[in-house]
């Protein structure tokens, strides 16, 4: 009996950390993902929609970003993963009716045995005298006495989108 619940809890667990956004992300917002994807995958390694997570924000007056973490996995055929931040900027066509999305830049930001993102609970704020923009991302570390896909250690991930690239500040 304690082996079933053992079990039952590994797969909870496994699932809540690849639990969907709360919101839906638009298909032409989907699209882009799926190319990069494509891209950043070996031979082997495959999206994992179901983990795709999306946030629609503000960051001035009349700019809108989408920013999104997404999954691929199986690199080398093997049984790990990495997750990824895109950074994308929203635009319509002219009539307003097309929306489109425009890769800003993309970077790994976990994976297994690192660290895991499980909501997309990011802060972005820009400065308009240096035009670059800071992203903070909650998110959990794999610890000491932590399994390598069951990170626990809470963490922040602090980004910087400056002259067009994504960086990590204070990155060990």
Do not use: C
């Not at 079933?4 to 919101?23: G, V, Y």
């Not at 990170?151 to 990590?168: D, F, H, M, Y």
Request: proline residues 9%; without cysteine; aromatic residues 8%.
């Amino acid at each position: 009996m304690p082996f079933r619940l053992l079990i039952a809890l590994l797969f909870a667990t496994s699932t809540a950390m690849a639990a969907p956004a709360t919101e839906t992300a638009p298909k032409p917002l989907i699209d882009q993902v799926e190319r990069l994807t494509e891209l950043l995958r070996d031979p082997y390694a495959v999206g994992y929609p179901k983990a795709t997570l999306f946030k629609m924000l503000s960051p001035q007056k009349g700019e809108q970003v989408a920013l999104t973490v997404f999954t691929v996995e199986g690199f080398g055929g093997g049984n790990n993963h990495t997750q990824y931040f895109a950074m994308f900027s929203y635009e319509t066509d002219e009539d307003g009716k097309r929306p489109h999305y425009t890769l800003m830049d993309v970077i790994p930001i976990g994976g297994k045995g690192w660290r895991g993102v499980t909501s997309l609970a990011a802060k972005l704020v820009r400065d308009p005298k240096t035009h670059t923009a800071e992203i903070t991302i909650p998110a959990l570390e794999v610890g000491p006495d932590d399994a390598p896909n069951f990170p626990s250690k809470r963490t922040t991930i602090k980004l910087v989108l400056k002259n067009g690239r994504l960086a990590e500040v204070g990155k060990p």
